[in-house]
């Protein structure tokens, strides 16, 4: 796959899955102390899509998520709101309401999420309707089936065909990295994506496993590194799925500094999908300010 | 100079936008204020009654004092060697050897943390390196050889292998307690007895080894260690009681070592210098390529005998890869040896900093380009090199040819894989060569062709106790580590 890919304006390189795992392990290495643990942690807040993607979701789960999104913490933490509330296209009108007035971006996961198996023109539907109904952001997943038995072309064409149906709503792109399995995979379709036009590049729906890890997000990262190498455009990353811990957060935000440097630190440009890590990451927040830890009865559910 | 910063547009910004506070290593260490020489199962002062400063290098300030053997240590050391193997340590049954050598190997790991920074503290490197690397393959060096001890026939099929007496050892300042396990844990595992001499810069660990001989109940006499400088290492070499020498070191030094040790009954080995190619070619795995390079030069401050000093790249990528690298070194935080953030530590002496300076000044007196971080603060005590490499070098120039031992990398490049090997074999080296391609064919073809010792495939730097390691021409000859290690130390 090195060299020319067929689909692509830009080369592909190879990918070493020995030596982007190593290179991901050594991120971890990093000790994060002190005030630069506090400032990464609300860094990480600050880059959040928080999500809720349930067949059981309803107004007042959105409502409860809503509130949480737009102050994770007590006032005295000093801790910013998270970037976008992330839902299905039925919860949009809703999000909408409930995040009027912030700047809070409404992402709705569309073309028929997770599995993305169904006719084009329903998924363009679903994209039209989640804007049309408030959605700034969309989350739409890649054709796996389609991309894996080797048909690019349709792939890169069902992309540009959602991003002109978002208009003015930004794209994120969802490969399923857990469904393209291997690295090389991920950096095609990474490249496939972000010359079709995506605005950001996503890991994974959250509902299969594997999602993000860290070698898979870094060679996303690369991807984008490399395109703003060759066309000076600056595509943001968001790994989803999987990623629980305070710690882990700052080992991503770690990989991105030293990757794509100070311009990627910034949630419009790398974002993470969770529904589970802000917790995590309020208790730490809260031990550092407060030098304890507290128990889980003190942080208001989201 | 060139600025790495310096590049075509559109530029990444590797600035203080997030950055991490310090991350000292602070667990406490029974450093002491002065080292004996070890000898006969007892620390004692040397004969001369003469010591001299061992330096943090990061600081330039004094550490510890280290006791300056003389000629009569060393022949005190021997004759201890000596009365050991004839006595409890030659009539042991190898399983018996075997056992305390695995007792000494978990002890290192019990104290693993504070051997790690105490290599630091003295040889300047990272703690995260001899914490995660150094200090996890001294105990997997005495692991190893510590199974083999037993079965040493079935090593050498056919044969009666037999140990050879006294091993007198001189190992450098690169990998202290590295080096000291190479050389000690085989020669133990054959039957041996050993009298080793550390660097002089680099004494102090080995000295809490041979802490952990002690409370190991290792019998007297069968590690002696005499520290000092070259003359203490020459008295070594040259004693006639000693039946094996090996050499961990310079070229030039093991040069006047093959000399000395010509025309007597012992048996030499010698792991020496290299100026290693490290090939990349356009259809490699381009990214983690340039991790294999920045790994291969500045892994251990460039200090490294088998560094990929000589990056060889073919010339569709080189401005792809000289760009990455500009990068890439942006990122190399360098500094204080003791916080787990630092990937560069110092020096490891004043003048080994002034080699690197005078080589690197006449490659640039040569015309090569030198590129070096735009952002990297040096700190203003102590021994410190920016990681630095040059472009536009040919294959006469100084830098390339000569090893510099330091965090300085030649960029040479090269159009078929034919010249590759040409080029990479243009050395009066051989000690070690790196080939990236995802073409597995061209790996094998290029590994039967180039001349070193350990060929590493789309990856770089990677040791294991399983796995011999040693050079060709001017890089020494013998192997240390695994199976082909035993063989220096049997007869």
New interface residues.
């Given amino acids: 796959m090195s060299a020319k890919s067929a689909v692509t304006e830009f080369p592909v390189p190879a990918i070493d899955q020995v030596g982007v795992q190593e290179r991901a392990a050594k991120f971890t290495k990093r000790s994060i102390k002190n005030e630069a643990k506090l400032a990464g942690l609300k860094m990480a807040v600050s880059m959040m899509d928080l999500t809720t993607l349930e067949g059981a979701d309803s107004p007042g789960k959105i409502a409860q998520l809503c509130r949480k999104a737009r102050q994770p913490m007590a006032e005295r933490y000093d801790c910013p709101p998270v970037a976008a509330v992330c839902v299905y296209p039925s919860m949009v009108a809703e999000t909408k309401r409930h995040l009027a007035g912030t700047k809070l971006g409404i992402a709705s996961v569309a073309t028929g999420f997770p599995s993305g198996q169904y006719p084009l023109e329903i998924r363009l539907d679903d994209v039209r309707d989640a804007v049309a109904q408030g959605a700034t952001e969309i989350d739409m997943v890649i054709s796996r089936g389609t991309f894996l038995s080797g048909g690019f072309e349709t792939v890169r064409d069902e992309i540009v065909a959602v991003k002109e149906a978002c208009g003015d709503a930004h794209l994120k792109v969802i490969f399923e990295t857990g469904e393209l399995q291997t690295y090389d995979n991920v950096r095609l379709a990474s490249q496939i994506a972000m010359e079709a036009d995506a605005d950001f590049i996503k890991t994974s729906t959250g509902k299969v496993s594997p999602a993000a890890t860290l070698p898979v997000t870094l060679v996303m990262l690369e991807a984008v590194r490399d395109f703003y190498y060759a066309t000076g455009k600056k595509i943001g990353v968001k790994p989803a799925g999987g990623i629980r811990t305070a710690k882990e957060a700052l080992q991503y935000l770690v990989m991105v500094k030293e990757t794509l440097g100070d311009d990627w630190l910034t949630p419009d440009l790398f974002r993470f999908g969770a529904s589970s890590l802000l917790r995590d990451v309020e208790f730490q927040i809260a031990k550092m300010v407060d030098g304890n830890y507290q128990g889980g009865d003190y942080f208001s559910l989201g | 100079m060139t600025d790495a910063k310096k590049q075509t547009?559109?530029a990444?910004?590797?600035?203080?936008?997030?950055?991490?506070?310090?991350?000292p290593e602070t667990t406490p260490v029974p450093l002491q204020k002065s080292y004996d020489l070890f000898i006969d199962g007892d620390f004692v002062k040397p004969k001369s009654g003469k010591s001299f400063w061992s330096i943090n290098p990061a600081t330039g300030k004094r550490l510890a004092r280290i006791a300056q053997a003389s000629e009569a240590d060393v022949d005190r050391a021997v004759k201890a060697a000596r009365k050991a193997y004839e006595g409890a340590w030659g009539k042991m049954p190898a399983s018996e050897r075997g056992k305390y050598l695995f007792r000494i190997a978990r002890m290192i790991q019990e104290k693993a943390r504070e051997l790690a920074i105490l290599e630091s503290m003295d040889g300047g490197k990272p703690i995260?390196e001899s914490r995660?690397i150094d200090l996890p393959l001294v105990a997997a060096h005495f692991f190893h050889y510590a199974g083999w001890a037993d079965k040493l026939d079935y090593a050498f099929p056919g044969r009666k292998p037999q140990s050879l007496g006294v091993a007198g050892q001189v190992i450098p300042w690169n990998f202290p307690l590295l080096m000291a396990a190479w050389k000690i844990a085989p020669a133990l595992a054959c039957g041996n007895t050993v009298v080793i001499k550390p660097a002089e810069t680099t004494s102090i660990s080995i000295l809490h080894l041979a802490q952990i001989f002690q409370d190991a109940g290792l019998p007297d006499g069968v590690v002696n260690i005499v520290t000092g400088a070259g003359d203490v290492g020459a008295a070594l070499v040259e004693h006639p009681d000693v039946d094996k020498v090996a050499f961990t070191g310079s070229t030039e030094v093991g040069k006047k070592i093959a000399a000395a040790v010509a025309g007597t009954k012992k048996k030499l080995t010698l792991e020496l210098g290299g100026k290693a190619a490290n090939i990349v070619f356009?259809?490699?795995?381009?990214?983690?390529?340039v991790?294999?390079i920045i790994n291969g030069i500045y892994f251990n401050q460039g200090h490294v005998c088998c560094a990929g000093s000589r990056l060889l790249v073919q010339e569709g990528i080189h401005d792809e890869i000289i760009?990455k690298l500009r990068?890439r070194i942006?990122?190399i935080r360098v500094g204080d040896p003791l916080d787990?953030?630092t990937d560069i530590g110092a020096i490891n002496s004043k003048e080994q900093l002034q080699r690197i300076c005078e080589l690197v000044d006449s490659g640039v007196e040569e015309g090569a380009e030198l590129v070096q971080p735009s952002s990297c603060e040096l700190p203003s005590e102590g021994y410190w090199f920016k990681p630095s490499f040059f472009t536009g070098v040919t294959p006469s120039h100084r830098i390339a040819r000569e090893e510099i031992f330091g965090p300085v990398l030649s960029v040479l490049t090269f159009r078929t894989p034919e010249e590759a090997i040409e080029r990479a074999n243009n050395t009066c080296y051989g000690l070690s060569a790196g080939i990236w391609t995802?073409k597995g064919s061209k790996i094998f073809k290029l590994a039967n062709q180039l001349k070193a010792g350990v060929i590493w495939a789309?990856?770089f730097n990677q040791f294991d106790p399983t796995s011999p390691f040693g050079g060709y021409q001017e890089s020494g000859f013998g192997r240390e580590g695994g199976r082909h290690g035993l063989a220096a130390y049997l007869k």
């Fill in positions: 547009t559109p990444l910004s590797f600035g203080k936008a997030w950055d991490y506070a310090p991350a995260k995660d356009e259809d490699a795995p381009i990214d983690q390529a991790e294999g760009r990068d942006q990122t787990k953030n995802d789309n990856t």
